[in-house]
Nanobody
């Protein structure tokens, strides 16, 4: 069984910062890509940022220059540093991880439960 647990969400004023964390635990053999998605009310879930096991990153255009994704492979943890936050960043943020639970097993995508980020004055 695999769990992804997010933390770090909350209420912040426009221009402020938050740091999200997501730790994967359980029966994990290896983790490939990890990422963050967001879903605002009435909208579909969309990619915010992703990072491979080698450290290559990919960002949505709307967050480039403001958000930074990183990971600690020893801790199976991915982070999202969010700076210069805007009201339109308000959403539930979900982390995910593409991982194998055993050598030679298929790779599956797992999701966290989500953490609310609200940017408002």
């Amino acid at each position: 069984q695999v769990q992804l647990v997010e933390s770090g969400g909350g209420l912040v004023q426009p221009g402020g910062s938050l740091r999200l964390s997501c730790a994967a635990s359980g029966s994990i053999f290896s983790i490939n890509a990890m990422g963050w998605y967001c879903q605002a009310p009435g909208k579909e879930r969309e990619l915010v940022a992703a990072i491979t096991s080698a450290g290559r990153t990919n960002y949505a255009d709307s967050v480039k220059g403001r958000f930074t994704i990183s990971r600690d492979n020893d801790k199976n943890t991915v982070y999202l540093q969010m700076n210069s936050l805007k009201p339109e960043d308000t959403a539930v943020y979900y982390c995910n991880a593409e991982l194998r639970t055993a050598r030679g097993s298929a790779q599956y995508r797992y999701w966290g439960q989500g953490t609310q980020v609200t940017v408002s004055s």
